[in-house]
């Protein structure tokens, strides 16, 4: 094989790995086609219970944003519909939430009487194990509270997102490159 197939053999590699990287997760858009809203009676628990979340998986959040917002909160303060000290919020109108860990992410609405109205979703992302299909321990229940340094403003949802697949299928895609100006030199 001369250099020149070779370097087509191992480009196509490439691209082929680059794309298999970057449909990484599932994505799911909270409420399918009625969205994140209180008009219609939307019920976010049989919405997401049809759901099989998994680590990696986007979960999207499209609504008014002079309506409504997403909060992420613990599991006490999702029961009680309390947003008065938030975890995160998330106020655009179309955030894109990378599920990073395994366990419940209660996100509700944080405008007065939309939580309690129904506006609130528990994503539960169970850990999947060859040996047992026990349900997920009660320490489980509770979103971790994660410290964020404040170095200045944060990337958009969207943004994050977007970084998140690109520097994970970065390393991929530097990988194979090097391979491919290894092969072709």
Not at 15 to 28: K, N, P, Q, R, T
Not at 29 to 52: E, L, M, P, R
Request: with cysteine; proline share 6%; charged share 10%.
């Amino acid at each position: 094989m001369g250099m020149a197939e070779r370097c087509l053999v191992v480009l196509l590699m490439v691209v082929a790995m680059a794309a298999v990287e970057v449909s990484y997760g599932a994505v799911y858009k909270v409420g399918d086609s009625a969205g994140w809203t209180t008009i219609g009676n939307i019920n976010y628990k049989n919405w997401s219970a049809t759901k099989n979340f998994q680590v990696g998986d986007v979960i999207i959040f499209e609504y008014n944003s002079q309506f409504h917002n997403v909060m992420r909160v613990t599991h006490e303060m999702y029961k009680a519909c309390n947003a008065s000290a938030p975890l995160e919020t998330f106020n655009t109108g179309n955030d894109s939430i990378v599920i990073q860990n395994h366990g419940h992410h209660f996100f509700f609405c944080g405008v007065p009487g939309h939580c309690k109205a129904g506006q609130k979703v528990d994503i539960n992302v169970p850990r999947v194990s060859a040996t047992s299909s026990e349900a997920p321990s009660p320490s489980a229940l509770a979103s971790p509270a994660v410290p964020v340094p404040n170095n200045g403003p944060a990337p958009s949802p969207n943004q994050a997102a977007s970084l998140f697949f690109a520097f994970k299928g970065g390393f991929a895609f530097l990988g194979l490159s090097i391979a491919f100006l290894l092969a072709c030199t």
